[in-house]
């Protein structure tokens, strides 16, 4: 067993894949929480496509897609947050434009400057082909998201609770506002060469879905989807490694089980309580 | 004599002068004039539209006015930011989160300096008076999701006394509660009263109100009338802010009908 476990670790490709594996896992699985409480699974998923023409222009001129990170991260929210806040067609349909139109842009500018890219690793990650400059960006990536999130929990969960009883109590929400965007962007474009455009939704949402299953409060529920996250990345490149199967989709699947377990584990600890009650 | 009268000094607290907000080209409060003394405890009554969350909204700095003045303590609204304590209607909030009460009442002390993740014992010493003072403090450590409606509007009080501001603004505070812990959340309102808080609550219930309430704000977006709740609501303010639906409060005893006014 032990032997299986530390097996990939002969190989340098490898290693840098499990650091990035867990980099991005724990970086979306740590604000999944505060996106799926605030219904922000749309709008991560148009932040994600709305990579694709930054990618296209970046790489033309010549950068990586993990050098694009923080830039691109930036850029993105920003402007969808101030379109959103600037256009009365409704929060749904406006990041629907975005994400429909910014994606196909994407496409359009990769064919137009005759840009390198394999589609299908940007789509569903490729994580097998991260250099080792990747791997301190994503390092980097993590370490900034962990901290902001430290140093700004409580202004942000305020925030996210009730955002009209913290700017009336004082704090600066158009502030908070974007620093949420832009973390969330940072995690995804960090996160980009781990599980591609499609799937890194499943990286930021299904951990905390899982974790909200089996947990009572936010904070625990953090912790637990910080674990499933991690958990999930790493095992599905373990999986990837000794099956063959593409890394990004069997991560997913694992987050996909993890969930499927929860699900179960709270189906039965609720009837367990109901028994419980009934026989009180 | 009582803490109430100590504190009750007749100097104004809250002054509208001709307080005019708009959305766009609709008017949502248009001449808005009154004068709110310190320690008192005043309902705002008016019909949905009317201007009554448009009015606390404009008190806590959310919306701008378009003319007139609003003064707190003879201070703009956007000067004592964070001094006024608001709890506002429950359907604004993210019931979503999994929050323990003790995390909600926090927020009442977060500002926006940022601060450790764990609480001095000062913080967590506020956070318990403010859940005792609204009879909570067993409560501490539950998941909101596990309150009734009336709990969880006596937690949201208890946050706004955490932040421990001269006034209190409460905006339908008896909505979606039943008649037990409307007078649980009325008895509490007038402990924190007694306290020399001023309170001004957004209410639909135009009931008893003179037995309540020190004085009534009648809007239906201009003043309709302001002052004692048994001199003030006459059957003519009530259709001045009800129109048509005026029938189903002619019958109350506390309206000054004009029978009543003979036998004064």
Redesign the interface.
Known sequence: MIELILDPFKYDFMIRSLITAFASGAMLSLLGPFA????MGFMADAMAHATLPIIAVGVFLGFSISELGVPAAILIAIFLGVIIKNTNVGEDTAIGIIFSSFFALGFVLISLLNVTINLEDLLFGQILAVSTSDVYIVISLLTLVFLIV??????L??Y?????????????TTFLNYLFLILLSIAIVGSLQTVGIILVLSMLIIPAAAA?LV????VT?IKVSVLFGVVSSITGLYLSYFLNLPSGPSMSLVAATIFVLAFLSNKIRKKGSLATVTIS | MDTKEVNSVNTPLIVSDGCCVHFGNIPALEGVNFSISRGKKVAVVGPNGGGKSTLFNALVGLVPLTEGSLKIDGKSPNEVKGKVSYVPQKDLINWNFPLSVKQVVEMGITTRKVSSLFNSKKTNDKIKKALQDVGLEEKINDNIKSLSGGQLQRVLIARALAQDSEILLLDEAFSAVDIGAQEDIMQLINSINLDGKTILIATHDVNNLEEKFDEVLCLNKHCCAYGDPSEVLTPEVIEEMYGSHTEQFMNKSHFRTEENNSND
């Open positions: 799926i409480n605030r219904n430290i140093v700004y929990f409580k202004q969960l305020f996210s609770f009730d955002p009209i009883g913290a700017e009336v109590k004082g704090l600066n909200k947990t009572d409060t936010f529920s």
